[in-house]
Each structure stands twice: as C-alpha cells, then as structure tokens.
C-alpha cells in the first residue's frame, strides 16, 4: 500500500469512526441497561411481587439461555439481510420486550419475558463486532472496538442514575415505580432502532458519506486481510468448534462473564442494603462510578493494546486484577469500601473485553467469523446465566452472606489460566 492508499484509508476511517460508533455505542447503551435494570429494580420489584431469591436469580441468568440460542442463527441471517436491517430488527424486538417486563407479576411471567429478551436481543453484540470487521482494519479495531465498548460502562453512568431515579417516582400513569422504569427504558431502545434502520450502512460500498476513493481504499484493505484470514483457516457454520484456538476463547469468554455477572445483578442492591435499603437515585450514582473508571481505562487500555501488539498480555493483566477485587467484595461492609473495590474490579473485567476481541476477529475470517464470534458470545454469555447461581447456591451451602463473591471470583481466575495457553496463530504474529 502507497502513502497515498494509507491516506485516504485513514481518511475514510475517520469519518467511519464518528459516524458510525456513536450511535453504536449508544445503542449497546440501551442493550446493557436493559439487561441489567433488573439488577436496579431487584428491591422494589421483589417486595411488590414476593418473588423469592432463587426466583430472581433464575430469571435474571434465564436471559442468557435465550440469548445463547438464537446467537448464531441471528449472525448468519445478518450475513444475508444486511447489518442495517437486522440491528434496527433486534433493536426494536427487544426493546418492546424490555417494555412488556412491566407485567412481570409472577415467577413464570418473569422468566418467560427474561427469555424472550434474551431471544430478542441475540446477535446484537456478536453481531456489531463482525459488523466492525466490515469498516475497521486490524491496526484499528481494538481502538474501534473499544469506543463502541464504551456503551457498557457509559449504560451504567447513565443508567444508574437514570434507573435510581426512574424508581423514585410511584404511580406514575398508575404504574409502579419498578415498571415505570423497565417501560422507559425499553421504548428508548424501540424508538433507537427505528432510527438505525435510516442511519446505518451495511458496509462502506453502500455508505454515502465516504468519497469513492474512500470506498475502493478501504474496502481493498479490508478484503485483502479477508483473504488473509481464509488463506490460514477456512471455517464453515460448524467446524470452529473443532477448533481448539476457538474452544479456548469461548472458555475466557464464559469465565470473564460469569465474573462481570454480579457487578450488575448483585452490588446494586449490596449497597443498598449497606446505606439504609433502599436503591435510589444516590445508590444508582454511586454505582456510576465505577463504570465510569471503566469509561476511562476502556480507551486507555485498547489504545495501548494497539500501539504494543500486546493484546494478550493487557489481557491477563487486567483480568487478574479484577478477580482479586472481586474476591475482596467478601471482606467489605461499608458503602465507601465497596464503591472503591467495584472501581478496581469494574475497569479491570469490562475494560479487559475490547481489547480481547482483538484476538478472534484477527484470527476468524468469513463464515467462521460469523459463526465464530457468535459461539464465543453465546456460550460464553451462559457464564453470566450460571453466575447468579453460583452465588446463590455458595452463600446456601456454606451460610455466609457474600461468599458467593469468592466462588466466582476463583471461577473468573481460570479465564487467565486459559488465556496462558494461547498462542499466536500460524502467520498471526504477536498476541
């Protein structure tokens, strides 16, 4: 490639980065509050419906069984019908059904509309990070990767807050304050995807607002690391579970998740329970904090990632320090205490995953990607699914209040075991 080419590459990368990933990232925004309001609105919720801890916790993991299930049929459909058409369907499906929790009265209505969301919202994140491949080089896409990832922690920032808020109104339009906050919430991802099936493209051929010569550039660059990644490992739908590199980034994938699970289903309502009760505006600031550390070491960590080629490396890092904050959670009974511990184990698990797609969507290419990345989420989201419990059966068998933060904290340490393993591919270069 001329100096030229890298030019004019750069160029259309630009404009693809402020174009495209602010809107990105707040659609992932919307997709995390959506999945983790529950997590707000577990006091309120549980006292205006009886539903029992062990009904709680099946129906906030439940999510991710329906998730895992349609993940990768949505990414292959995508594949067909376009990014565009399939992230404004998932958007507006799921959002409806977010919405629809404000008649969640029972155990069974619970875990069917937590099942359903989960169905709904399948495909979502895999598929944003294969729709990333579409636009962003690999010297890039960590730091692509890592701005659109800002809509975890920014979810919290603002949904914390928001939801807390949200719960300080009581009948509302004659709806209960745990209702009028899953309504609002999820007409706001509703009405976002009507609004992306006008603004998105599918890939820059189609994208108006870069120059001809923006679209040739990029689109060569982009299909020849395609070719690349074929001419090393040409997978179907199917074989890349044979593959042991791929096998190895589901384990990592599920272990960090089930480790990042009670950040959102459990300390909310933690601090609650350690400033008076009751979770309200201040407890939903609180718990913005550390999402915003998260904010901050997101970007910082994925630039360095890319700067280094050390992608592997920051990985592990971060990860073993955020298992030992999450463990200390055990040990801590003050508000303060536990604020600053969630702002170590927070950045260190969430800011930990931008920079760790880096290394399936270099390796994966074609159908592989699509399904490869898929499998990963899937199955590693049932982490999050097998987390609560874990939690709930620890703190049962041994009788002590907060132990289940050990048992996933031990459980979250063999992501880096895993990642030990992992060696660059043939012809990859450095991890």
Not at 72 to 96: C, E, K, Q, Y
Not at 123 to 137: A, E, I, K
Not at 332 to 355: E, K, M, N, R
Request: one cysteine or more; glycine letters at 8%.
């Amino acid at each position: 490639m001329t100096n030229g080419d890298k030019l004019v590459v750069d160029r259309a990368v630009a404009k693809a980065t402020v174009r495209l990933l602010p809107f990105l990232a707040l659609m992932l925004i919307l997709a995390f509050l959506d999945r983790a309001n529950i997590g707000f609105a577990k006091v309120a919720y549980q006292a205006d419906t009886g539903i029992s801890n062990a009904a709680y916790a099946l129906g906030a993991g439940i999510f991710f069984i329906g998730y895992a299930l349609f993940e990768v049929p949505s990414n292959l459909i995508m594949m067909r019908v376009g990014a565009r058409l399939w992230l404004a369907r998932i958007m507006i499906s799921w959002g409806l059904v977010s919405a629809a929790m404000i008649f969640a009265h029972t155990p069974t209505s619970l875990y069917i509309l937590r099942f359903l969301l989960g169905v709904c919202e399948a495909g979502f994140y895999p598929g944003v990070l294969l729709y990333l491949t579409y636009w962003f080089p690999a010297r890039q896409r960590a730091r692509a990767t890592g701005l659109f990832y800002l809509g975890v922690p920014l979810s919290l920032v603002i949904g914390g807050p928001l939801s807390g808020w949200l719960l300080g109104h009581e009948d509302m339009f004659g709806l209960r304050n745990w209702q009028w906050m899953f309504m609002v919430e999820g007409l706001a991802a509703a009405v976002t995807g009507v609004v992306a099936l006008f603004y998105l493209d599918s890939s820059p051929a189609k994208a108006k607002w870069l120059g001809e010569d923006e679209k040739r550039a990029l689109s060569a660059v982009l299909q020849a690391e395609e070719r690349d990644k074929l001419s090393r490992v040409d997978h179907t739908a199917w074989t890349v579970l044979k593959d042991r590199r791929v096998l190895v980034l589901i384990g990592v994938y599920f272990f960090i998740q089930l480790g990042v699970a009670p950040l959102t289903f459990y300390v909310p309502g933690k601090l609650a329970s350690l400033m008076g009760g009751k979770v309200d505006f201040t407890v939903g600031l609180l718990t913005a904090i550390p999402w915003l550390c998260s904010a901050v070491v997101t970007r910082l960590a994925s630039v360095h990632a890319d700067r280094h080629d050390n992608h592997r490396t920051v990985v592990i890092a971060m990860l073993t320090v955020g298992t030992l904050a999450l463990a200390s959670i055990y040990w801590i009974d003050t508000a303060w205490l536990l604020v600053l511990a969630c702002c170590i184990a927070v950045p260190a698990l969430t800011s930990s995953q931008p920079v760790y797609w880096s290394l399936p969507t270099r390796y994966l290419g074609g159908t592989g990607a699509a399904a490869g990345i898929a499998f990963i989420v899937s199955i590693g989201n049932l982490g999050a699914f097998v987390s609560p419990q874990v939690m709930a059966n620890t703190e049962s068998v041994i009788d002590l209040p907060n132990a289940g933060f050990i048992a996933v904290a031990l459980l979250c340490f063999l992501s880096v075991v895993l990642l030990a393993t992992l060696r660059p591919a043939r012809g990859q270069g450095h991890l």
